[in-house]
């Protein structure tokens, strides 16, 4: 079975620009969840969405940043513009609804902003 | 403030004895503890997970163990393997499908 896919595996780009990962939950699951990991903060969640709606975004940083689910298969996470302090690497996970389920995590993307 | 702590960064270990990987929590209406393995340029991979109900569960040569009053619950590994090398991730959750709150991890080094 597939798990979960994230694209692109690295990314590097200059400050200013926009920057789009993508996310493949697994199949049948029903809530997603980005994180970003540093070294100086860990795995952090930015988001979580629920049957494709955001449900908690308070840990997005800034206006900067933006994620979308427009269906059950994928998602995005979006910062425009890009700053150095957003490098990092960022994780997508996806788990089953109902109770307590572990999350499956994604290789994730590591992104790097000159 | 952190909710889920890791207090040892690195660990190192001689292959074939007991790993004991610790972690403190603060936040009492956790009930759901779950430790993940990851290796470089991957993601985090579940292990095994414990319900606050219990204060046990063992999978193979990972048991882990809970203790509720104190806080505090740990992840025994017996025998190490080399394959072992990881960081170890704690996280825990509240009542439902909340999100996970993640310790900083410790990094498992498995000596041959």
């Known amino acids: 079975d597939a798990g979960v896919i994230q694209s692109p595996r690295h990314e590097v780009t200059e400050m200013g620009q926009e920057v789009t990962l993508r996310c493949k939950p697994i199949s049948g699951h029903n809530s997603l969840f980005w994180y970003r990991q540093t070294m100086m903060r860990g795995l952090e969640l930015l988001i979580y969405f629920n049957n494709n709606v955001p449900i908690d975004d308070s840990g997005m940083p800034e206006d900067r940043f933006s994620a979308k689910m427009p269906n059950a298969s994928f998602s995005t996470l979006k910062i425009q513009p890009s700053e150095p302090r957003d490098s990092a690497v960022y994780f997508c996970?996806?788990?089953?609804?109902?109770?307590?389920?572990?999350?499956?995590f994604g290789d994730g993307t590591r992104l790097s902003i000159l | 403030d952190q909710q889920v702590k890791q207090n040892s960064p690195s660990l190192s270990v001689q292959e074939g004895r007991i790993s004991i990987l610790n972690c403190d929590y603060t936040?009492?209406?956790?009930?759901?503890f779950l430790w993940y393995k990851k290796y470089p340029a991957e993601g985090p991979t579940f292990l095994i997970s414990i319900s606050s109900i219990k204060d046990k569960n063992e999978d193979g040569r990972f048991t882990v163990f809970l203790n509720k009053s104190a806080k505090h619950l740990s992840l025994h590994i017996v025998p190490s393997q080399p394959g072992d090398s990881a960081v170890y991730f704690c996280?825990?959750?509240?009542?439902?499908?909340?999100?996970?709150?993640f310790g900083k991890g410790t990094r498992l080094s498995v000596i041959a």
């Open positions: 996970a996806s788990s089953l609804d109902g109770g307590h389920q572990p999350q499956h």
């Open positions: 936040n009492s209406m956790f009930d759901y």
């Open positions: 996280a825990a959750s509240g009542s439902g499908n909340t999100p996970l709150v």
